[in-house]
């Protein structure tokens, strides 16, 4: 049995007046495994659904394998099934294959036997069935679920827990054609690696829709960026390789456009120029010499028509140009410093008290309404306390955090690790002076700004625009030179922006005016890859301190500062 490729010819789908995608093109051979990557909004979880078939597109045609399975946040199955009735359904057709190979075994004296003998062995090898019991129980173990009973249903189980499980039945079923929408969310590290090692092992089609950025290494052989606003001339774009090709490439294709924009712009402005005044400059004019006035005249005539004709060819080339100018290419993500995170006054730490609310300042970005800076009990540091922007000690809050001490220079770097409930969100409320430990101290040098953006961005006024919000900060930075929002999300409504828009939007009310101290929970969260990118080298450039919370995988690997790890 052949396996079949995925292929995509000129998909269009519309939600209302909104193309969503545009004249698609995709072929994913079987064993190869293609990431889509894209801002929220480009597409890629519709395209993942149109490709499966759980959607219809508005204009184009699918050709599929027969053989389907996708993984997205819907899940297909009801809350009073059983874990062990989504692993009989998983295993159901290796199970099928078997006992088939053994009816046909039994007769095998004629042709059409032969034949239905050798499609079903074709297919039992695709599906490796003779190992699916094992790899049943393997797939249970590696995503972590193995101590759940088969019996329990679906209902009474965690969201994380119901998407492992699906997770599990589509690797264990091992389908010609595997979609997945953010398989690694829900997922530990050891899960993640697990799935990574899973799907490198697939022979047939593998199209995976991710923001983790490790993920798309470990796993693909192909990335397909499906965000218009990244390219010169806009659409969907193959890359070959895995996510650090595909950021080498961005790279070089970035470079290529800014090259060719400066170029044409550059020429564009010699033929104005020229079209002015250089094509004229042909010398003509002097007096004529020993009274030839007849040859002169001829002279002349000639110099006109030159001058003419390199007019009009400049003319007709700055028109060829300005009919089909290259696209200016689009700001990236940039804090425009030095304000950014501009070094404290100098003089002593503050101690955190009442007296420390009138000498420093938070902001949060995203918390609940009504937070205030705490009245933070006083703490002596030592005398190197000149470069040290904040400082800890024998902090603890009941429950959620305890931690001995802290001392973060004014220009430091930390990264926060740990799982989920080790106490990052708390921390980082706790520097930002938005939550009030039980025991311990904080301290603060004097003056210090402090900025935190918070996991959920939430607006008072959802009505307002970007624009609108970014205005009343009064900063003297234009929002549109930040690189954060689009152009053509400036004057939409907070509340119809995609959660990775708002949180662009909210990154830029967070730095319009700038902290010395910048608090980040989780920022790469519902980022595109490539954001993520600019977002991380721009933390590298701030000049003052920086404290990041994250699981983000990528961040982690090339995170150069220090690290704590809160378990």
């Avoid at 799935?195 to 796993?219: C, I, N, T």
């Avoid at 959920?456 to 930075?477: K, N, Q, S, V």
Wanted: with cysteine.
């Amino acid at each position: 049995m052949r396996a079949r490729s995925l292929i995509a010819v000129d998909l269009v789908k519309l939600f209302g007046d909104r193309r969503v995608l545009d004249g698609v093109d995709l072929t994913v051979a079987p064993g190869r495994r293609v990431g889509l990557v894209g801002e929220n909004g480009a597409g890629k979880s519709t395209l993942l659904r149109l490709l499966a078939g759980a959607d219809t597109p508005d204009g184009g045609r699918i050709e599929r394998p027969g053989d389907i399975g996708l993984l997205h946040q819907e899940l297909p199955y009801e809350p009073g099934d059983t874990i062990a009735d989504v692993l009989a359904e998983a295993l159901r057709e290796s199970r099928d294959l078997l006992a088939r190979l053994d009816q046909l075994s039994a007769d095998l004296t004629g042709p059409a036997q032969l034949d239905a003998y050798a499609e079903t062995l074709a297919r039992a090898e695709q599906v490796d069935a003779w190992d699916a019991e094992r790899r049943a129980e393997l797939v249970m173990h590696g995503l972590g679920l193995a101590a759940l009973d088969h019996g329990r249903t679906l209902g009474t189980l965690s969201g994380g827990q119901r998407s492992r499980v699906a997770l599990a039945a589509l690797l264990v079923r091992r389908p010609a054609a595997l979609l997945l929408d953010e398989p690694t969310n829900h997922l530990d590290d050891e899960a993640v690696a697990f799935v990574e090692q899973q799907l490198r092992r697939l022979p047939g089609v593998v199209v995976v829709a991710s923001h983790d950025r490790v993920f798309l290494d470990e796993v693909c052989t192909d990335i397909v960026d499906l965000d218009p606003g990244d390219t010169a001339h806009g659409g969907l774009v193959r890359y070959g390789g895995a996510y650090t090709a595909y950021q080498q490439a961005k790279r070089d294709q970035r470079a290529r456009w800014e090259r060719a924009f400066a170029d044409q712009q550059a020429e564009i402005a010699a033929l104005r120029e020229s079209a002015a005044t250089t094509a004229r400059q042909v010398a003509y004019g002097r007096p004529p010499r020993d009274g030839n006035k007849m040859g002169y005249n001829r002279h002349g005539a000639r110099v006109q028509a030159q001058i003419s004709r390199r007019v009009r060819n400049a003319e007709q080339r700055l028109a060829v140009l300005e009919r089909d100018p290259i696209r200016k290419p689009p700001p990236l993500l940039h804090f425009q410093a030095p304000a950014l995170t501009a070094a404290p006054a100098p003089g002593a730490a503050s101690p955190g008290g009442a007296s420390s609310r009138e000498s420093a300042s938070s902001r949060a970005v995203g918390s609940s309404p009504g937070s205030a800076p705490a009245n933070l009990p006083e703490a002596g540091i030592s005398a190197e306390q000149d470069t040290v922007a904040l400082a800890l000690r024998d902090v603890h809050v009941p429950g959620r955090l305890r931690l001995d001490r802290l001392d973060l220079p004014a220009d430091g770097r930390l990264l926060i690790t740990g799982p989920n409930g080790a106490g990052k969100s708390t921390l980082l409320a706790v520097l930002a002076g938005q939550l009030r430990p039980a025991s311990g101290s904080v301290t603060r040098r004097r003056g210090l700004r402090v900025g935190l953006l918070a996991q959920d961005d939430r607006f008072a006024d959802p009505a307002a625009t970007p624009r609108a919000l970014y205005e009343r900060t009064g900063a003297a930075i234009p929002l549109v030179e930040l690189g954060l929002v689009a152009p053509r999300d400036l004057d939409r409504p907070v509340g119809v922006l995609s959660v990775g828009q708002r949180r662009r939007v909210a990154l830029a009310l967070l730095i319009a005016d700038p902290p010395h101290l910048l608090l980040l929970d989780e920022p790469t969260n519902h980022l595109s890859p490539a954001l993520a990118d600019e977002l991380e080298d721009a933390l590298g450039r701030a000049p003052g301190a920086v404290v990041v919370a994250s699981h983000d995988r990528w961040l982690r690997r090339n995170w150069p500062g220090g690290r704590l790890d809160l378990v």
